[in-house]
């Protein structure tokens, strides 16, 4: 205790609990503040005071002062409770990393309690905690809340939304004897609370509420309105009834709230289409919108886009309500969302608030056109007649989109801006659209078709090793190129990515072929739909971290054209197989299926490039506004933080720096967050969050199979694939992947991932290259951990973790 008692503080560092504020964080943490926020408020709080944060940098505990403020509570048991100058906010709450002391009596006691909280300010639980959120420590100091013991009856927590599915209209309180719900060391009891206003009378099943569940469901209205946003509010009541409120902070686990309307309304997840769970800057926001709008009118329907924490979801309330589109909606959902997609869609049209509204005529959706249904007619069976002379059309499309994305000359920010409202993202060319469709068709319908005579494992076995997919070209491509790279081996081996890219972009860096490999596929990226995300050409770090894992592969019968090869050789001698035996058992259907998969073989592979077409748009903009970003801010992709239109007002003098830091701020935080719902309701419900739970065996995680085949190896959980280290054949577990991550796919020995669809980018490229794949496995990120060895089944759809 010594050490802190060294001399007495100048001035005063211990103030009463009622002078704390939101404004004073910095004086006396977050703790200290919410409480003042409290007591501000008109709430019953235990009577305290505040060692100051001055103390803790003086590094000296100011005795006289806290035994003055001990004297004035009246002595007695208190509680000690840390309150840093980090914790209880927003983004973060860092419940239970610091210590509290409690039953505290006497001045000796006192001084060594307040002492005990200083020193957990940098223990290890907080130190972790304060690393996974990005805090520096240097930026961060601890005071102390000293308050009168509360001896409760009953006590715990009350989150005024539901912290488990995220329904803001329900609150949800834990609640044990004394002072078991905080410290755990008890069990607890859960109980969901709704407003008394809307509850039947006599509670659950016929028993009468106790009366301190109206009193805490006022109490967290009174809070939460007082504050903004749903609180965690710890909660006691001594043996006379009387509720104190012991501590308030923000919710920090709660996913953002879809914007409020009258009615109910179901929204769904878009971005995973683009294996996107990333938060999108809100410059990628706006591009994003129209181009899936597009997609989705493609298919007849009108969905609004709407911005929830960052991601793109599609209010789809009104087709769910509209009787003949709700029979196409699950189908969609399997086909081009995915199966935890799918599920919810099945439960959401069970929902008698979701009832058919019986009016299909009202609000029906933009149906296409009879010319643009015969356009596409002709173009599929046109790309079906002639493949080979579709891909020529499709590759010189491609061409002349690239060529035509090149800006005139340019002088002024403001006409850079009037290109970047022109340019915008158009519709693809009929002859990059339905060549690619067809491939699509051709993909699909063979399995309908075969239906009891061959398996979608026998049809995924004809579609490996499919050729013209400009995904899989520019990963053999970069294989190439870490072949060739080789005499460079070390260099490149033991070099962080980060660092070799900045060589490589100062001219520093011996010549391995890179900028011949940028200035085709330059204009990717992983999340490469996100026009505020920088570009491999920007920022080759993720380019250098694939060579290194290719460098890391030293068997050649394991090289990736190689294998690409041989699953090429193998396809092919699956499809005569199966046509040799379809034909026998099924002559028509066989023939037709047989034929679908040939010009499968020839078109499939062209998926990629109607999004490849694009990018070369979308880098265009890009570099447009990083040029006007360069006259406004001192960081120039500052601008993909704002809007166009905003950016037109920072053109015309308007100071956005402050909004532009906030957007920046809550990026950050959301790109810390793991978990994405895949569906929400209006009220922030997590609709997956109601479903039942999967039954799981022990070990045994189940999904969907999207590649067949079975490997056991060790994971590699990879969140960011600028900075993964794959050895070859460890399995690639991730939450979602894009083209930007398959040059992984080239080593790894399996894909786990836990969103997406058959037909998506990951899976589809995990097929061509012919390693296992399962899907849609939820919290496989959190469930599997790197090193574990694990089974994946394809065929199956099961990961299994070794005992």
Not at 82 to 109: C, I, K, M, N, R
Not at 500 to 517: C, D, H, K, N, V
Not at 704 to 722: L, S
């Amino acid at each position: 205790m010594q050490s802190y008692c060294k001399r007495e503080a100048q001035v005063s560092s211990v103030i009463p609990l009622a002078e704390a504020h939101a404004g004073l964080v910095s004086l006396v943490g977050g703790k200290a503040a919410g409480l003042g926020e409290l007591i501000r408020a008109g709430e019953r709080v235990p009577e305290g005071f505040c060692v100051t944060t001055d103390a803790h940098r003086a590094g000296v505990v100011p005795q006289d002062e806290v035994r003055a403020a001990y004297a004035r509570l009246g002595g007695g048991p208190v509680a000690v409770r840390s309150s840093a100058t980090d914790e209880d906010l927003p983004d973060a709450s860092f419940a239970g990393q610091h210590d509290t002391v409690l039953d505290v009596e006497g001045e000796a006691d006192l001084l060594a309690a307040i002492g005990t909280c200083w020193k957990s300010l940098h223990g290890s639980r907080a130190a972790a905690y304060r690393q996974a959120h990005g805090t520096d420590p240097a930026d961060v100091h601890m005071a102390v809340v000293v308050q009168r013991m509360v001896a409760p009856a009953r006590a715990g927590v009350l989150y005024t939304a539901n912290p488990v599915t995220g329904n803001r209209a329900e609150m949800l309180v834990e609640v044990g004897p004394g002072t078991a719900v905080v410290d755990g060391s008890a069990g607890v009891t859960r109980v969901v609370l709704t407003d008394p206003a809307h509850r039947p009378a006599g509670g659950d099943g016929g028993r009468p509420d106790p009366g301190w569940h109206d009193e805490l469901w006022a109490a967290g209205r009174r809070v939460q309105a007082h504050f903004g946003v749903p609180q965690d509010v710890e909660w006691a009541l001594d043996h006379d009834g009387t509720l104190w409120l012991l501590q308030s902070r923000p919710v920090s686990t709660l996913f953002p709230v879809p914007p409020q309307t009258d009615d109910l309304r179901v929204y769904v997840e878009f971005g995973n289409v683009q294996g996107m769970l990333r938060p999108v800057t809100p410059m990628g926001m706006a591009t994003l919108r129209r181009m899936i709008a597009a997609m989705v009118a493609s298919l007849g329907m009108r969905v609004e886009i709407v911005d929830i924490g960052g991601r793109l979801y599609g209010d789809l309330t009104d087709l769910v309500r509209r009787p003949a589109s709700r029979r196409r909606l699950v189908r969609l959902m399997a086909v081009d969302f995915g199966p935890r997609a799918q599920a919810v869609m099945e439960h959401v049209l069970r929902d008698p608030r979701f009832a058919p509204s019986g009016d299909d005529s009202r609000r029906r959706p933009a149906d296409a056109s009879v010319g643009t249904a015969l356009r596409a007619l002709r173009g599929i069976l046109r790309a079906l007649a002639r493949p080979d002379a579709a891909r020529r059309r499709l590759t010189a499309a491609v061409d002349r989109l690239r060529a035509e994305s090149a800006p005139p000359p340019l002088r002024t920010a403001h006409e850079r801006l009037r290109f970047v409202r022109d340019h915008g993202d158009g519709r693809a060319a009929d002859d990059i659209t339905w060549p690619i469709v067809a491939g699509m068709l051709a993909s699909a319908l063979p399995a309908q078709l075969l239906r009891g005579v061959a398996t979608e494992d026998d049809v995924h076995a004809v579609l490996r090793g499919v050729p013209h997919n400009v995904t899989i070209e520019m990963d053999l491509a970069l294989w190439a190129l870490a072949s060739a790279a080789r005499p460079h081996r070390d260099l490149l081996l033991d070099t962080p990515p980060a660092e070799l890219a900045a060589r490589y972009l100062r001219g520093t860096l011996p010549e391995i072929g890179l900028s011949t490999f940028l200035s085709r596929y330059g204009h990717r990226a992983a999340a490469e739909a996100d026009v505020g995300v920088p570009r491999w050409a920007e920022d080759p770090t993720p380019v250098f971290a694939a060579v290194a894992n290719y460098l890391r592969l030293t068997d050649p019968a394991q090289a990736p054209d190689r294998r690409f090869a041989e699953a090429t050789v193998a396809a092919e001698a699956a499809l005569d197989e199966l046509a040799a035996r379809v034909r026998r058992r099924r002559p028509v259907r066989g023939r037709i299926a047989v034929f679908l998969l040939r010009r499968a073989r020839r078109l499939a592979g062209l998926r990629e490039s109607g999004k490849f077409a694009g990018l070369y748009r979308l880098r265009a903009v890009r570099e447009q506004l990083l040029l006007i970003g360069a006259t406004l801010f001192p960081t120039a992709d500052d601008v993909m933080f704002l809007t166009l239109d905003e950016v037109e007002a920072a053109l015309d003098g308007a100071d956005l720096t402050g909004l532009v830091a906030r957007r920046r701020a809550t990026h950050r935080r959301e790109l810390r967050r793991r978990v994405v719902p895949v569906a929400l309701l209006s009220d922030g419900t997590d609709v997956e969050s109601t479903l039942p739970a999967p039954a799981d065996g022990a070990g045994l995680l189940r999904g969907v199979g999207a590649a067949t085949g079975r490997v056991t190896g060790p994971a590699r959980v990879v969140t960011d694939p600028a900075t993964a280290h794959l050895e070859p054949g460890e399995i690639l577990v991730t939450a979602t992947t894009d083209p930007g991550w398959t040059p992984l796919f080239l080593t790894a020995g399996a894909l786990v991932t836990e969103t997406g669809a058959i037909m998506a980018h990951g899976p589809t490229v995990a097929r061509e290259y012919g390693i296992p794949a399962v899907i849609s496995v939820p919290g496989a990120t959190s469930r599997i951990v790197t090193g574990q060895v694990i089974t994946v089944d394809g065929a199956a759809g099961t990961v299994t973790t070794a005992r």
